[in-house]
């Protein structure tokens, strides 16, 4: 076990606590990566790792832990990063889990916190409405570059913590029927979308810190850590989103039916 | 099979304000938790759902005990689960702070209606929960054995995340 004395402020049951979270990441490339190994050095206990991809030449640009043998062994991204976990947390327990992540739920609904790493909305949405069904908060990160009428780009990005019983990405309107609507209408359309490891690694961060910042709030008092944060890449600024000032006091709605939490068809098995 | 009780941050906080209101006569208040169920893969996870208060009128002036409720109180509840389908757990409060216990007043009661509700809600999994200002203890009848067990886990979902072990054992 890794010795955890600097992060000691974090609280006297630090150790404990992070021994006995369980981190699921959905997507294991420019941001996941980033997210599982900085969850690693934190000493996080149990992963959930899903990614039904293996390594390509094209990912070692932000896949950080990735080298040039993976691409060429196509090593798949799961097996690439939980070795990088072990290497440096050789305790940690790790559910590898090498495809879609809609075949592993059981594995996701035991996870104190699930990392949305992925690159399209509807993936997003179904993570998010798994998730509020488990009362398990949802953190997504995501980024963008936009090419500017001038031949200038914007590299962008957002976190959001989507917390059971707080405003979702639907509130945020982050999510809409329209978007997704038109990124169905564009499958199979898209070609490979410009990412770069900075950013990645910025948003990375500040989805550690929302994560850590709920599981081991530092400071003591507060509402914790804002749900939206922005990036303009192009500045280099991190700020919470202007959304938020829209949605005081309001409650979501989005996902308060009846049928909204756990199986619906549970049944206790006889003998259980 | 581990069994995780998990309820949102906001949720809580409504129980112990509707807790903390006086009765007319009973010494404390009791309600039930509507929860929905998840097999999960180290046991099953209760996610609670809504809270239920018992009704002013449903309390029996009973001086011996801190709270009796009538027959009306169950049945109301009993109503509840087969309408909703939903895991029923009775739920009171004993004020203070660190690890609460159920009472032998609580056991022997529980004993008798928690069963009642897989009579109309069968397949499922009701009990009883107990709460102190800062910690939570609850337990949950399991219909093969027909004894209670008691939660493994507690989980307040929001800012922070509260995980609570069992500590009756």
Same mark, same amino acid.
């Given at each position: 076990?890794?010795?955890? &004395?600097?992060?000691?402020?974090?609280?006297?049951?630090?150790?404990?606590?992070?021994?006995?979270?369980?981190? =699921?990441?959905?997507?294991?490339?420019?941001?996941?990566?980033?997210? =599982?190994?900085?969850?690693? #050095?934190?000493?996080?206990?149990?992963?959930?790792?899903?990614?039904?991809? %293996?390594?390509?030449?094209?990912?070692?640009?932000?896949?950080?832990?990735?080298?040039?043998? !993976?691409?060429?062994?196509?090593?798949?991204?799961?097996? %690439?990063?939980?070795?990088?976990?072990?290497?440096?947390?050789?305790?940690?327990?790790?559910?590898?889990?090498?495809?879609?992540?809609?075949?592993?739920?059981?594995?996701?609904?035991?996870?104190?916190?699930?990392? *949305?790493?992925?690159?399209?909305?509807? !993936?997003?949405?179904?993570?998010?409405?798994?998730?509020?069904?488990?009362?398990?908060?949802?953190?997504?990160?995501?980024?963008?570059?936009?090419?500017?009428?001038?031949?200038?780009?914007?590299? &962008?990005?957002?976190?959001?913590?989507?917390?059971?019983?707080?405003?979702?990405?639907?509130?945020?309107?982050?999510?809409? !029927?329209?978007?997704?609507?038109?990124?169905?209408?564009?499958?199979?359309? =898209?070609?490979?979308?410009?990412? %770069?490891?900075?950013?990645? *690694?910025?948003?990375?961060?500040?989805?550690?810190?929302?994560?850590?910042?709920?599981?081991?709030?530092?400071?003591?008092?507060?509402? *914790?850590?804002?749900?939206?944060?922005?990036?303009?890449?192009?500045?280099?600024?991190?700020?919470?989103?202007?959304?938020?000032?829209?949605?005081? *006091?309001?409650?979501? =709605?989005? @996902?308060?039916?009846?049928?909204?939490?756990?199986? /619906?068809?549970?049944?206790?098995?006889?003998?259980? | 099979?581990?069994?995780?009780?998990?309820?949102?941050?906001?949720?809580?906080?409504?129980?112990?304000? !509707?807790?903390?209101? /006086?009765?007319?006569?009973?010494?404390?208040?009791?309600?039930?938790?509507?929860?929905?169920?998840?097999?999960?893969?180290?046991?099953?996870?209760?996610?609670?759902?809504?809270?239920?208060?018992?009704?002013?009128?449903?309390?029996?002036?009973?001086?011996?005990?801190?709270?009796?409720?009538? &027959?009306?109180?169950?049945?109301?509840?009993?109503?509840?689960?087969?309408?909703?389908?939903?895991?029923?757990?009775?739920?009171?409060?004993?004020?203070? #702070?660190?690890?609460?216990?159920?009472?032998?007043?609580?056991?022997?009661?529980?004993?008798?209606?928690?069963?009642?509700?897989?009579? %109309?809600?069968?397949?499922?999994? #009701?009990?009883?929960?107990?709460?102190?200002?800062?910690?939570?203890?609850?337990?949950?009848?399991?219909?093969?054995?027909?004894?209670?067990?008691?939660?493994?886990?507690?989980?307040?979902?929001? @800012?922070?995340?509260?995980?609570?072990?069992?500590?009756?054992?």
């Amino acid at each position: 076990m890794n010795d955890l &004395s600097r992060q000691s402020f974090l609280g006297a049951d630090c150790d404990m606590v992070v021994t006995g979270t369980t981190a =699921a990441i959905v997507g294991l490339c420019g941001g996941g990566s980033h997210v =599982a190994q900085q969850l690693a #050095h934190i000493g996080i206990g149990r992963f959930v790792l899903c990614d039904p991809d %293996v390594v390509e030449g094209s990912n070692l640009n932000r896949m950080v832990g990735a080298v040039a043998g !993976d691409a060429v062994l196509s090593r798949a991204k799961v097996d %690439v990063i939980a070795e990088r976990i072990l290497a440096i947390n050789p305790a940690a327990e790790i559910a590898r889990c090498k495809g879609p992540w809609q075949e592993f739920s059981g594995e996701l609904r035991g996870a104190t916190s699930v990392f *949305g790493c992925v690159d399209n909305y509807a !993936d997003r949405a179904q993570l998010e409405t798994m998730c509020r069904r488990f009362l398990i908060p949802y953190i997504d990160i995501g980024m963008d570059v936009t090419e500017f009428g001038s031949g200038g780009f914007a590299i &962008s990005g957002q976190v959001i913590v989507s917390m059971p019983g707080r405003a979702c990405m639907r509130c945020l309107g982050f999510l809409t !029927d329209a978007l997704l609507t038109a990124e169905a209408q564009r499958y199979g359309a =898209a070609g490979g979308k410009p990412q %770069v490891v900075w950013p990645n *690694g910025v948003l990375a961060s500040a989805a550690v810190g929302k994560f850590m910042s709920m599981i081991l709030p530092w400071y003591g008092c507060g509402t *914790g850590p804002a749900i939206m944060t922005e990036y303009d890449g192009n500045t280099g600024q991190l700020f919470a989103s202007r959304r938020l000032l829209t949605l005081e *006091g309001r409650r979501c =709605a989005h @996902f308060d039916g009846p049928d909204d939490l756990g199986d /619906p068809f549970f049944r206790l098995l006889p003998g259980a | 099979m581990r069994a995780t009780f998990k309820l949102k941050q906001d949720l809580l906080i409504e129980v112990h304000r !509707d807790l903390s209101r /006086p009765h007319a006569f009973a010494a404390e208040r009791v309600a039930f938790m509507a929860c929905r169920l998840a097999a999960t893969p180290r046991g099953i996870c209760i996610l609670a759902k809504n809270y239920l208060p018992v009704d002013e009128t449903h309390y029996e002036d009973d001086p011996t005990v801190g709270a009796m409720m009538g &027959s009306s109180a169950i049945r109301a509840a009993l109503e509840y689960a087969f309408n909703h389908k939903a895991a029923m757990f009775h739920i009171h409060r004993h004020d203070h #702070h660190g690890a609460p216990r159920f009472s032998a007043v609580d056991e022997r009661e529980a004993a008798r209606f928690v069963p009642d509700f897989l009579k %109309v809600a069968p397949g499922l999994v #009701h009990g009883a929960l107990v709460l102190s200002y800062d910690r939570i203890h609850g337990q949950w009848w399991n219909p093969t054995t027909r004894t209670f067990r008691s939660i493994d886990e507690y989980v307040t979902v929001g @800012f922070p995340i509260i995980t609570q072990k069992d500590s009756s054992r």
